[in-house]
């Protein structure tokens, strides 16, 4: 049985001339005040995080002249001194707190007339009450934003896969002879791990928690049993410029490999499963898969993490990093977003001596973890519970969205009635739960 497509409610695109209201009911609760508020911008949409010290009451509401979304927390108060937050993203210009006899009015003011999603999240991990308001860029191609099932978000831990690389009778790089790489990238990946644990919150898996061959298809098969939510390979670099430093991160990219080292060294990598002593499989299935399903979703967000990978290990000035595109075997036929560090030259003096130290291979992984919160800041992983129908936005597959639904393809066809051959249109309504 289908069901109403409830979520046509919950977009909203502005009419340049009206002003329009909408309410949002939610348990009421005295005095939610504004303890924070931040934003990001992504590529077609900018979002506005306002955390808040409990459950709020609030309300949304679009005005012109100047365009703004107005987002009022009812008996709220302001726990911040900064009441204007400046944005300038070309989207959103800035976000300013007014506060109201009623409560708290958070202002979005807009650049022009956009969409806009406004939704509330209970408290997960470090994270607060908060609201979300995201404004999307309608004038980029799949802008439109995805729909949002309306009372049927909880969190759920964040399956983070980590993958030490090499391994048993697979040393992988040796490097100038002072460190081998699959105990370099084992100590990292057990403290990295042991990091987001402490924290409470996430689901880390490890490919491999011991010195032992584990070979490629195997990594991914773990990481899709598992259903992570991304997937961190870590390994160490080798070049015969023994001048070459700093960590390189990969993601894989449907233009290939962004240079010649970095094929060489997706070819070095690929060749694990050599060392290990199995033949390499299926890499032209791999990559077939990949084109089909990865590439929408998961590139942009492997690229993200990627970036937030850096800018941690900058902030610890741990070295030059650089972001390439390559094709690694481990990362190809993943469904989930993916990078590939690469945490130093074992052929650089400089950085041989660095990763043996504890200390700096402790301060690595913790770049590692603090990369992976601000990433799941930005990409919260939702589990529906009550959603009924799904709107598809460009961009998504039949694979996407089952992924997200947690539920198969198969279920997913059956569901809407679609046979092997049919295709899915942006803006078709789905079934994504059984009845
Ligand atoms: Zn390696």
Redesign the pocket.
Known sequence: MKRRPFHTMLFLFVAASMAVVVTTPLPAAAGADVSAVRFWTAPDHTRVVVDLTSEPSYSTRVLTDPDRVVVLVLDGGIGVAQVATPVGDGLVDRVRLNQLQSGTQVVVDLKTASAHSVFALKPYLNKPNRIVIDIFDSERPGAAPAARPEDAEESRPYVVIIDP??GGEDP??LGNGELV?KDV?LDISRTFAALLESRGGYDVRLTRDGDYFVRLAKRKEIAGKCKGDIFISI??NSAPNKRADGSEIFYVSPRGASDQAARELAD??NA?DLVGGVSPDAGVDVLSILVDLKMSDSVQKSSDLAGLVRDELGKAKAGDCAIKQAGFLVLKSLAMPSILV?VGFLTNSSDVKKLKRPAYRQSYAECLAAAVDRYFDRYTPVVVQHGGTHKVALGETLWTIARRYDITIGDLRSMNGLDVSATIQVDQVLTVTRS
């Open positions: 690389g090499h992988g790089t790489e990238v390994h160490a070095r990598e694990a690469e």
